[in-house]
């Protein structure tokens, strides 16, 4: 998985915005669809909140409609091109804050002022030192009855699966035996064997640049070590397959309203849900531009 200088030289390269973040969103359909059927029924409990802090919100994919959640909202993010973007398109909001950090600092947040703390779709790609940095600062940035989520890697349990996608060639001429397979199936020199197996939800998505030294349960101590306490965790498959690579994980601080035992959920349909999702959405008319007389945006 990349470190937090090679997140920066990614993720600060223009090249990977072509859609401003939306083209991760193509599974259900829009961003807008995956905020409403994914991330809102999953936080709807925690919003409105007074103070919104958001992690990495990237060209302010989540930040649009974290917006109008709250009366301030912090957005952080290591990429300055990112900050950056976020400030452009949202110019005319005068309650959000903008910072960019080291890919780690929240030192400009102030103790105890946070209510609310999300980040989704970005610490996926952070490994479990930046984790912890993060969850130590949370400890003391939320306020006494403070929660937060944050959606980060699974991938980390899953060893020998990563260390057997890693041993398969990624082209079918790196491989005798798989050269006469694929060019039997039609396929090119050149075809992609790796990822055409993780595609099929044979082999692990490893592409999806997970950090490998994460996994739900390590969050879950991270998170005790620091006085913080996961109150519901669910791992998730992504992209390809029932692998669950990813996990959404709520927490709170010790001793909040919100505290209690937390519970665990395995839901390997959580992107066979998605693309349910986005195909419904084919089936509908698209919005027209005037609706009663009233303008659209669209």
């Given at each position: ?181 694929f060019k039997a199936l039609g ?108 303008e659209q945006s669209q």
């Amino acid at each position: 998985m990349p470190t937090v200088a090679e997140n920066l030289s990614m993720w600060n390269d223009s090249q990977f915005w072509s859609q401003n973040g939306d083209e991760w969103s193509e599974a259900w359909g829009g961003t807008d669809l995956l905020w409403m059927t994914a991330v809102l029924p999953r936080i709807r409990q925690f919003i409105p909140a007074p103070t919104i802090l958001e992690i990495a919100p990237g060209h302010g994919r989540f930040t649009q409609f974290l917006k109008d959640c709250c009366e301030r909202l912090l957005v952080v993010d290591l990429s300055p091109l990112c900050i950056e973007a976020c400030r452009r398109r949202f110019a005319s909001e005068p309650h959000i804050r903008y910072y960019a950090n080291d890919g780690k600092s929240l030192a400009m947040i102030a103790d105890e002022s946070v209510d609310f703390v999300f980040s989704f779709d970005s610490l996926v790609h952070v490994e479990a030192d930046v984790l912890q940095t993060y969850a130590e600062q949370l400890a003391t940035k939320l306020r006494p009855d403070g929660i937060g989520l944050i959606h980060h890697s699974n991938i980390g349990c899953y060893p020998k699966s990563v260390a057997l996608c890693r041993r398969i060639p990624e082209r079918a001429d790196e491989s005798p035996l798989l050269h006469l397979l694929f060019k039997a199936l039609g396929k090119d020199d050149g075809f992609s064997v790796r990822s055409y197996l993780m595609a099929k939800g044979i082999l692990i998505n490893t592409a999806g640049l997970r950090g490998r030294s994460v996994t739900a349960e390590a969050f879950a101590a991270i998170c005790q070590r620091v006085g913080l306490q996961c109150i519901y965790q669910e791992k998730i498959s992504w992209a390809y397959g029932r692998y669950l690579v990813d996990c959404i994980s709520i927490f709170t601080r010790k001793g909040s309203i919100w505290e209690r035992p937390n519970r665990v959920w395995e839901n390997p349909g959580f992107i066979r849900d998605a693309r349910k999702v986005s195909q419904l959405a084919r089936q509908l008319p698209p919005r027209p531009t005037s609706v009663y007389g009233i303008e659209q945006s669209q």
